[in-house]
């Protein structure tokens, strides 16, 4: 899939939100958002947060900020919770001065990782790892299986280049200084898409 054709393709809410779902079974993303226990006093901030689809798993907090660095999506998103007064909308890139301002409870990264070589990786859990106020991060990333060839078919494919192993995304943390709590393996519906989903503390 070209770069052009990815973009249009997630950038697409329609395509994005019904179709993809529809293709391969669905998504079902709950328990990793469980585990990050969100409540009234929670400060949200989630990296690349698309359309909002993570506004579905989030029962309670204080303020979300969503990063995204596509028009469309902020647009999309605003479009349908822009009266909710919490909800705190940013088209580009988190940046350290980002989360120095916000001091974040709570950080999403759904998707992230794999977006990134390993320097970016490492800079951006790094900065997570020096936020007094974090208490908990989750992440989810397609990941490479053995034997899983439609699986490792849809992660070469991805617009993402640097999709890993368990073992390898793991090492990432661990070199980031961060701790990682829980480890969750999520599937698309028909199962022919894994996820690897991790619960990291500072």
């Known amino acids: 899939m070209s770069n052009r054709l990815s973009e249009w393709f997630l950038g697409n809410a329609w395509m994005y939100n019904w179709i993809r779902p529809f293709v391969l079974g669905g998504f079902d993303f709950s328990e990793a958002y469980q585990w990050l226990d969100t409540n009234p006093s929670d400060v949200i901030v989630d990296v690349g947060c698309g359309f909002g689809e993570a506004l579905r798993y989030l029962p309670s907090f204080q303020a979300y900020h969503g990063f995204d660095t596509s028009e469309r999506a902020i647009g999309h998103f605003r479009q349908k919770h822009g009266g909710d007064s919490r909800i705190h909308l940013h088209q580009g890139e988190m940046t350290w001065e980002n ?3 916000i001091k974040p409870t709570k950080v999403l990264l759904m998707g992230i990782l794999h977006h990134l070589d390993r320097s970016q990786a490492l800079q951006l859990l790094g900065w997570m790892r020096s936020q007094p106020t974090l208490q ?3 992440t989810q990333d397609p990941l490479y299986q053995s034997g899983k060839w439609i699986n490792n078919l849809l992660c070469w494919l991805d617009r993402g280049r640097y999709v890993l192993d368990q073992a390898g995304y ?3 943390v661990r070199d980031s200084g961060l701790e990682i709590q ?5 599937s698309s ?3 022919l898409a894994h996820y690897l989903c991790l619960g990291l503390s500072t």
């Open 99 to 101: 989360l120095q301002r």
């Open 182 to 186: 829980h480890r969750i393996h999520c």
């Open 136 to 138: 908990r991060i989750v």
């Open 170 to 172: 793991e090492q990432l």
């Open 189 to 191: 519906g028909n199962r």
